[in-house]
């Protein structure tokens, strides 16, 4: 005979099995989305995106799974992965209704600011609130916003050449995407901080934020990809048990610290009417000063937009200027075609961002090394709207999840062609301008519509500049030609191993 006590755990555990059981009936027989291929584990859990996160090669699962399947696939119960061009202005156009799906939410910085009320531009969901907090900065992001600084990015640009300068005397290798990632970071710190942070002229990473950044990236990407009802586990296992969490937690407090620091200390100069400098911190003090409602637009929200340009900021931009300087050394006729360019251009130095963006040749190999490796790796998922909506021909009802990769989609061959795969930034120069515009409206690199990069003035400055300026100056080549770069895919997809010798050119050409 069995006691209550065993008959009451057999009764639970035999619920559970049948629970378990007519949820994947339910999954695979019922489900709306029962139709559209892929991997068993996804049509039922989160456990091959999960997977995947973990390992870091979402992206290259991804494209596999479409080019067995196609252009839809089912990455989760309750979630397609749409690799039709077409679907992008479905899903992220300027009049779309579709929002931020709840695993954004991971994103959200930890701060110390008070009163902020708001999750910031890239974490909030709530599209309305979303709107009018991103209307208010919305200038302080503008190109000619960002142009009015150049000298601060000029000033990163000259300690990152002086530094190479010694590399180049020395001889040694340059492990060249670390540098790429200090410069990106000192960038930061110059347009909202007030200052460089010091990550190029210590030759460290101060007070271990970036690791932090990266580390926490990382954290929030696994928690995104997490059924909603494990993330606050997740998040408690992570904070106590993990130390690499739990000291990025110490050095992000100290990000949020230094946000604060610097908000205070350039509103008391302003008072005392000591403050010179011009940067995008003082203009959002100055947008903050003119809000008519006090309460709209406060110190605590400038805190925390500088707090945010630091996670959203630094990393992507480097990995796109890595992508680009990657391929570049790795194709050496592409490689000289660029210099030559540059050279025959007579660009001044530091090189003017109106300069460099008129060479042709060298905006194809931007757009095509941010195409063959675009700086966000994940799907930008979205809810369909109640009403249900149309993608790739496929009806998906209302609450559930649709989203795009750009780092699969900007692989489509119908749009880019059969090699598709390959470094070609003669692709650009298609003789058919109907070919050349689709390929512009199929680069997801920076998202699209109302939830679109809000720093890509920022990144996009800061690339063509840098660049040129670079190559003009030095010749770059890989200490293991044939060896290929790592990348590891935590929404951001990072790349390892690039290592470098550098050398001086002569005369600046
Ligand atoms: C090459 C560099 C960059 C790339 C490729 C990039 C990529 C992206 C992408 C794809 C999104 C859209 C995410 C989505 O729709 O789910 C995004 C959003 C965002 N990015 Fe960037 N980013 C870059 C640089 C920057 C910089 C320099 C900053 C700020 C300093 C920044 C701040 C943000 C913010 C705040 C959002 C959220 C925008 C919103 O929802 O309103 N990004 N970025």
């Known amino acids: 005979m069995f006691s209550d006590e065993q008959s009451f755990t057999s009764v639970t555990l035999i619920a559970i099995i049948f629970s378990f059981a007519g949820w994947i009936f339910y999954c695979q027989f019922l489900h709306p989305l029962r139709t559209i291929p892929g991997p068993i584990l996804a049509s039922f859990s989160q456990a091959w995106i999960v997977y995947h996160t973990v390992r870091g090669d979402l992206e290259k699962a991804q494209r596999k799974l479409h080019k067995k399947h196609g252009y839809l696939i089912r990455i989760a119960p309750d979630e397609i992965a749409c690799s039709d061009p077409e679907g992008i202005k479905i899903i992220y156009g300027k009049k779309t209704v579709f929002s931020k799906a709840e695993s954004y939410a991971a994103f959200t910085p930890p701060t110390d600011v008070q009163d902020v009320g708001y999750a910031g531009h ?77 990550f190029m002229r210590l030759r460290k990473d101060v007070g271990l934020c970036m690791t932090a950044v990266d580390t926490l990236r990382s954290t929030f990407a696994v928690k995104s990809a997490l059924p909603p009802s494990l993330t606050y586990f997740y998040k408690l296992l992570t904070i106590y048990f993990m130390d690499t969490v739990k000291g990025a937690m110490v050095a992000v407090s100290k990000i949020d610290a230094a946000a604060m620091t610097a908000v205070r200390r350039r509103t008391e100069a302003i008072e005392q009417k000591k403050d010179k400098r011009r940067d995008l911190l003082r203009k959002m003090l100055d947008i903050s000063a003119k809000t008519k409602d006090e309460k709209a637009f406060t110190r605590d929200h400038i805190s925390f937009e500088t707090q945010n340009a630091v996670f959203d900021g630094g990393d992507p931009t480097a990995i796109a200027i890595n992508s680009i300087l990657y391929h570049l050394v790795r194709n050496p006729s592409t490689y ?4 030559a360019e540059i050279d025959a251009a007579n660009l001044s130095l530091p090189v003017a961002y109106d300069d460099a963006s008129k060479l042709p040749y060298l905006k194809a190999c931007i757009n095509e090394a941010m195409r063959i490796h675009p700086s966000v790796g994940a799907t930008l998922s979205r809810v369909v709207p109640e009403a249900g909506a149309t993608v790739s021909g496929f009806y998906i009802p209302g609450g559930n999840r649709v989203g795009i990769n750009a780092a699969v989609v900007q692989f489509d061959e119908k749009v880019f062609g059969e090699d598709s795969e390959a470094f070609n930034p003669d692709r650009w120069f ?15 690199q920076f998202g699209m519509g109302p939830r679109q990069c809000i720093g890509q003035h920022i990144a996009l400055v800061e690339i063509y500049k840098f660049v040129p300026h670079v190559m003009k100056l030095f010749h770059i080549r890989l200490e293991e030609p044939v060896k290929s770069w790592t990348t590891k895919t935590s929404w951001f997809s990072k790349q390892s191993s690039i290592n470098v010798y550098i050398e001086e050119r002569s005369a600046g050409n």
């Open 122 to 198: 890239f974490a909030t969901r709530d599209e309305k609130a979303h709107s009018q907090r991103r209307e208010i900065v919305e200038k302080v992001y503008s190109l000619p916003s960002i142009l009015q600084y150049e000298p601060l990015i000029d000033s990163c640009t000259d300690m990152f050449c002086s530094t190479m300068k010694e590399f180049a005397n020395e001889k040694s290798v340059v492990d060249l995407g670390l540098w790429i990632n200090r410069y990106t970071f000192d960038v930061i710190g110059e347009l909202f901080f007030g200052t460089a942070f010091g």
């Open 336 to 339: 000289e075609r660029v210099t």
């Open 430 to 444: 298609s003789s058919d301008k109907g070919k050349v515009t689709k390929m512009e409206e199929t680069m997801l």
